[in-house]
């Protein structure tokens, strides 16, 4: 059976040897969740390193999500200029964590990057996500920045927001893809997650998005599939979202949530925040387009 | 000095030359944001040696600043010492017209030695109108010259042709054009992001003129108009520099027609010579010797009282010629300056037009002004926020300002330094234009308590009562970053501009509402 990467990459190659000028055309069937099946783990613990490790255990591992020998894109939240006790980009040590799981799980190469907000070179510095892979010393993880001639032009067939847009092709193509958002306050979504996380990797005028936000974030996490969700909630911006930049705004949760569905990790975090997932428009939007499952009693805790 | 040693001086000359250049191309290339808030190299030592913006610096009003232009100084105590070497050994923009003029051709037109006088005459001017208020030394400065060229315009061109050529390399296999070698690229010979500036045409045609200049005679430019010439001429007289003989020979004058300062023909004058010494090793009878001897005796520039009256007068009329157009701060609302400018009458008198800051902009910010600063402020940096913003955590301008024109401020002050004011236009924003959601603004603005903040209203549409997020500005959070318009989603005009109302320079008398008077 053709597996969802080697139908996108089909795609675009299909596009690339027809015709010149015609595009990729993407009609994607979101992958179905069997209620029953959706397992959410989340956990809590002041030592990051060991806190993601255990939520990664609690779903049965990295080595559930990536096999030996691929290509692992992972996106963290990078947006924004700011530094880690500001809680708004994804902490450097969860970034750096999963980096080592896909690892250790084999994986031949991680990648790792964001369309950044602010200057790209200086939030990846001040994030201190780019110091944390250094750390690591392994020439398998790349930290990188955006290429901008990475863009590919897609149509979206059964899009409702989007018609047409550039997605970043490295993105597109990689493997797998663990989104790795930080859970944090937002003026027109409410609150930015994992399917808002999912904007980073994507070309083009974001900003007109927000007109109909939620069923754009719908449309292009039908195109990007997030095959694991860790929402970083070691600690959470709650007001003047999503850069912060001061810490009364910033809340120390000490909490991280995984999922393979992204809806229902999306749903679990809303509540950390005071909110029933039915009250933040992306996730509604999510579940109706079968991204996953945000009724939380259908959910099984692991 | 024996025949062995005068070959080596040319060829040491020529080796000096090219290593000043790439020293500067490389310092140049390192006037970047690298991973550090602080730039680890002194990028605008260019300017830094420049005895023209000490000259401005020390014009201006406020104190001179001595711990950036100390070296200024040492190379004007040199010059007076040495003669004009700087301008045979180390200016930039001598060493391109040496190389260009190898390509373009040299002419040899017999240009009048009364033409020399020209530079001393536009330095005196130039001079004698700072003093009365008006700065235009950075006009003809060749430093500033040469850098803003290399910024506005060959710079951005050089991307532009690698940037084309690495994206064909992306989808086509092409023989060594690889990604190890875009990777090299793009980590050490090209900008992040590729610079884009107005003004890039307008500036390159000026250099071709003086570059072309060399087709009238070698060295055109240096020999009779710029102005960094004649003050290190100036500061020559006296020079401990002897070349023997101070004259051309009867029997062979080949210095008067291969000297490439043509200062041989009638006597040596050592305010004109550039020291290259090439003539000690191109002489065929082996004569022409230089030294150094505290008896050297002085050399006479050919200027009359006259001719200083009248470029003084020439200047001082300029001067308030320029001051009686209107302060372009109040006619112009869209005229943004970096962090850290000081106020506007000073920042003309300060700013030589070097163009490092808008080099050093790591949003792309900065732009040459053309007339939106008045005729006077014709290539000084302007923040067009469509076009890029001011990055709330950057002090990379104050850094690299060579004459105190933009102040170096740490990152606390910066982060509250006003620059301006954002206004929304209610005709064109989404929520009040149209009633679509929006608020990309409030989501970049950078402040931590948001200047953009927002209210949720219900309007009717179609008959239907529905919600809507209005932004809104507060003044007195607003610092005039530029984000909310560079990031507005609109398609050309930003519904969002900022205006230099409230800038933190310009003296203002306040209210106690927060508005000024």
């Known amino acids: 059976m053709l597996n969802r990467r080697d139908f996108i990459r089909r795609s675009l190659q299909a596009a690339s040897l027809s015709a010149i000028g015609s595009l990729p055309v993407f009609d994607l069937v979101p992958q179905s969740f069997a209620a029953d099946a959706v397992e959410l783990a989340v956990r809590t613990g002041s030592d990051i390193p060991a806190l993601v490790r255990e939520t990664v255990a609690a779903l049965g591992g990295m080595s559930r999500f990536v096999k030996a020998g691929e290509t692992v894109v992972l996106k963290p939240n990078i947006g924004w200029d700011r530094t880690v006790e500001l809680a708004a980009n994804t902490h450097p040590q969860v970034v750096a964590t999963v980096a080592l799981l896909c690892l250790e799980a084999k994986a031949a190469r991680v990648r790792i990057f964001d369309r950044t907000c602010n200057d790209p070179r200086r939030c990846y510095v001040q994030s201190g996500i780019a110091a944390a892979i250094e750390a690591l010393d392994d020439k398998r993880v790349e930290l990188e920045h955006i290429d901008r001639r990475g863009y590919q032009e897609i149509l979206l067939k059964n899009g409702v927001a989007l018609k047409k847009w550039e997605f970043y092709k490295p993105a597109l193509t990689a493997d797998r893809l663990i989104n790795l958002p930080i859970a944090k306050d937002h003026s027109i979504s409410v609150l930015t997650l994992g399917m808002k996380n999912i904007m980073g990797v994507i070309g083009g005028n974001r900003g007109v998005l927000h007109r109909n936000i939620d069923e754009a974030l719908a449309d292009i996490n039908s195109v990007i599939h997030s095959d694991l969700t860790i929402i970083d909630a070691t600690r959470i911006l709650t007001a003047n979202g999503p850069q912060g930049g001061s810490l009364d705004d910033v809340k120390r949760l000490d909490t991280l949530i995984a999922s393979a569905d992204i809806v229902a990790a999306d749903s679990y975090a809303a509540t950390l925040f005071g909110f029933r997932p039915e009250q933040i428009p992306t996730i509604v939007a999510g579940a109706k387009r079968g991204l996953g499952v945000m009724d939380l009693s259908k959910v099984k805790k692991v | ?517």
């Open chain 2, 1 to 517: 000095m024996n025949a062995k040693r005068r070959i080596d001086w040319h060829r040491l000359r020529q080796a000096t030359q090219i290593a000043c250049l790439l020293g500067f191309l490389w310092l140049f290339l390192q006037t970047e944001y690298r991973d550090a808030d602080q730039l680890p190299y002194p990028v605008s030592l260019l300017f830094r040696i420049d005895p023209l913006a000490a000259v401005a610096d020390a014009l201006a009003p406020g104190p001179f600043s001595w711990e950036v232009l100390w070296p200024a100084l040492l190379l004007l105590g040199l010059t007076v010492l040495f003669g004009r070497f700087f301008c045979g050994w180390i200016c930039p923009l001598g060493t391109t017209l040496d190389g260009f003029g190898k390509v373009t051709g040299r002419g040899h037109t017999a240009v009048r030695p009364a033409w020399r006088r020209f530079k001393y005459l536009l330095l005196i001017s130039l001079v004698v109108a700072a003093l009365f208020g008006v700065q235009q030394i950075g006009l003809f400065d060749p430093l500033s010259i040469f850098l803003r060229t290399l910024t506005l315009t060959v710079y951005p061109v050089w991307n532009l042709l690698l940037n084309k050529l690495f994206d064909v390399a992306y989808t086509v296999e092409l023989p060594l054009i690889n990604e190890t070698l875009f990777l090299f690229f793009r980590d050490n010979l090209m900008a992040f992001h590729q610079p884009i500036f107005t003004l890039a045409l307008f500036t390159l045609l000026i250099f071709v003129g003086i570059i072309l200049l060399e087709k009238v005679e070698r060295r055109f430019w240096c020999k009779n108009v710029c102005p960094l010439g004649a003050l290190l001429g100036l500061c020559s007289k006296y020079a401990l520099i002897e070349r023997r003989p101070d004259a051309v020979c009867s029997d062979c004058q080949r210095c008067a027609t291969e000297c490439r300062s043509g200062v041989v023909a009638g006597t040596y004058r050592k305010q004109e010579c550039f020291l290259c010494l090439d003539c000690a090793g191109f002489c065929p009878h082996e004569r022409v010797t230089f030294r150094v001897s505290a008896n050297s005796p002085p050399t006479s520039i050919d200027l009359t009282r006259r001719h200083l009256v009248g470029a003084a007068a020439c200047g001082a009329l300029i001067a308030p010629t320029m001051l009686i157009s209107p302060a372009q701060a109040k006619v112009n609302p869209y005229l943004i300056r970096p962090p850290g400018a000081v106020a506007e009458e000073e920042f003309l008198r300060r700013c030589i037009r070097c163009g490092e800051c808008m080099k050093v902009c790591i949003g792309g910010a900065l732009h040459p002004a053309l007339a939106e600063a008045g005729v006077s402020g014709l290539w000084t940096p302007l923040l067009v926020a469509r076009l890029g913003y001011c990055e709330y955590n950057c002090t990379l301008c104050g850094q690299v300002c060579p004459t105190g024109a933009i102040r170096e401020l740490k990152v606390e002050p910066k982060r509250k330094e006003v620059i301006g004011l954002a206004v929304i236009d209610r005709n064109s924003c989404l929520p009040f234009a149209r009633n679509e959601e929006c608020l990309v603004c409030e989501e970049h603005c950078p402040t931590p308590k948001k200047a953009i903040i927002f209210e949720q209203r219900q309007i009717p549409v179609d008959g239907e009562m529905m919600s809507f997020k209005f932004p809104q500005v507060v003044k007195n959070l607003c610092i005039g970053c530029g984000i909310c318009e560079t990031k507005c989603p609109l398609q050309g005009r930003s519904a969002i501009r900022v205006v230099n109302e409230g800038e933190s320079r310009q003296q203002q008398n306040e209210l106690t509402t927060g508005g000024y008077g």
